[in-house]
């Protein structure tokens, strides 16, 4: 072999070199998006999931505190909800995030445990001494007050969240249109 020869055998190998660490970081940017997306998804998922359950228990608490509903025929609904809530908080917190969304991620999940404890604490009220004529409970009273505020705190968060996440696609999504046009 000749000094030529030589030579291009070491430009082909650094060459070959060069493209695996290309296709390394395009592999790494590729998995890395295909987390967010999924994450965002997820977001959205457990955030519609949890809007569904509290828009079917909020209007009921909010009508044992203003009495216009039995505190008998929201305990098993609530009871059900805050169940529900608790299994969405855990899966919340099991899910997989890229590091620059673990905030997102503890706030639906801190927002899912509020929502669970406070339907908890409402539970813990009406089965108390709330409606009875002459025995009525100051207590019980404003921590239903307290658990009707809280659980739309929750669904608002939830909400935020979401939308957060899908705005930040959008904006990233159009980083990504433009730095692949200029290019």
């Known amino acids: ?41 997820g977001i959205a998922d457990l955030a519609s999931r949890a809007d569904m359950c509290l828009a079917e228990i909020v209007p009921r608490v909010d009508g044992v505190r203003h009495r216009a509903a039995f505190v008998e025929s929201i305990t098993a609904e609530a009871e059900r909800a805050a169940r529900t809530l608790g299994d969405l908080a855990v899966e919340a917190r099991a899910t997989v995030v890229p590091r620059d969304r673990i905030v997102q991620r503890d706030a639906v999940t801190v927002a899912l445990e509020r929502a669970a404890q406070s339907l908890e604490r409402v539970i813990r009220a009406v089965r108390g001494p709330i409606d009875e004529p002459g025995n009525e409970s100051i207590d019980a009273r404003m921590a239903v007050k307290r658990g009707f505020l809280d659980l739309v705190h929750a669904r608002e968060t939830l909400a935020a969240v979401a939308t957060a996440a899908t705005s930040q696609r959008a904006a990233s999504g159009r980083f990504a249109r433009r730095a692949g046009s200029s290019g």
Do not use: H
Request: no cysteine; charged share 20%; aromatic share 4%.
């Open 1 to 41: 072999m000749d000094g030529a020869q030589i030579l291009a055998l070491v430009a082909f190998v650094a060459l070959v070199g060069a493209l695996v660490l290309v296709l390394r970081g395009i592999t790494r940017v590729i998995a890395a998006q295909r987390l967010d997306e999924a994450f965002r998804r």
